[in-house]
């Protein structure tokens, strides 16, 4: 069974940094696109940073020049490096993997549990 585990959320204050990671675990070959998304209360949620199996990146605008996608294909791993981070970055936090070859076949769209990150004073 293939899951995604996130870890590193927490309570931060204004400026401060958080580093999240998430694991895939299973009988995984390889994925493809890995992605940050991130929902705060009443708002939809709303993609944060992208980074292909290459290593090509993208940002959400608010994000941009903040936060950093980084990945290890060997542990199937996604990180988000958050810094100067501010209270409208309070959200629950989801990583997404579009693609993976799998033991079994192809998989498609799988979602973490989300981790919390609170912003605040």
């Known amino acids: 069974q293939v899951q995604l585990v996130e870890s590193g959320g927490g309570l931060v204050q204004p400026g401060g940094s958080l580093r999240l990671s998430c694991a895939a675990s299973g009988s995984i070959f390889s994925i493809d696109r890995m992605a940050w998304y991130r929902q705060a209360p009443g708002k939809q949620r709303e993609l944060v940073a992208t980074?292909?199996?290459?290593?090509?990146?993208n940002y959400g605008g608010s994000v941009k020049g903040r936060f950093t996608i980084s990945r290890d294909n060997a542990k199937k791993t996604v990180y988000l490096q958050m810094n100067s981070l501010k209270p409208e970055d309070t959200a629950v936090y989801y990583c997404?993997?579009?693609?993976?070859?799998?033991?079994?076949?192809?998989?498609?769209?799988?979602w973490g549990q989300g981790t919390q990150v609170t912003v605040s004073s």
């Open positions: 997404n993997v579009d693609r993976m070859y799998l033991a079994t076949g192809t998989g498609y769209d799988y």
């Open positions: 980074i292909t199996a290459g290593g090509s990146t």
